[in-house]
């Protein structure tokens, strides 16, 4: 599985950006995929999700702000970020959990990089203020 991100940059606050990424190599039949992004110092989290059958997830920090896509004719997933803040700087990724959704109450993707095998190379923004 091969994960290629593209865009991200550099933004002043308020600004939007739009992150891609085209996954290869894998014919997965369900899967999760997400965003994380790591600011310098600080530990991977959970940006968004979304699963095979179309649900989402947000952290509560960008709810409203970023949107999570997904082109399945193009293999692309897309993080629409609109609202930017200085903290949202950080390095994104990608990632696919191929052994994703899980069932609970509903179909759900898992919020910890642990369980996300393959991830992109990861994209820097930067949101000046």
């Known amino acids: 599985v091969n994960l290629v991100q593209s865009g991200g940059g550099s933004v002043q606050s308020g600004g939007s950006l739009r992150l891609s990424c085209v996954a290869s190599g894998y014919t997965y039949r369900k899967y999760c995929m997400a965003w994380f992004r790591q600011a310098p110092g600080k530990e991977r989290e959970i940006v968004s999700s979304?699963?095979?059958?179309?649900?989402?997830s947000y952290a509560d920090s960008v709810k409203g702000r970023f949107t999570i896509s997904q082109d399945n004719a193009k293999n692309t997933l897309y993080l629409q970020m609109n609202s930017l803040k200085p903290e949202d700087t950080a390095m994104y990724y990608c990632a696919v959990d191929p052994e994703g959704p899980y069932y609970g109450r509903g179909y759900y993707c898992l919020h910890t990089p642990v369980g996300y095998n393959y991830w992109g190379q990861g994209t820097q923004v930067t949101v000046s203020s």
């Open positions: 979304i699963s095979t059958y179309g649900t989402t």
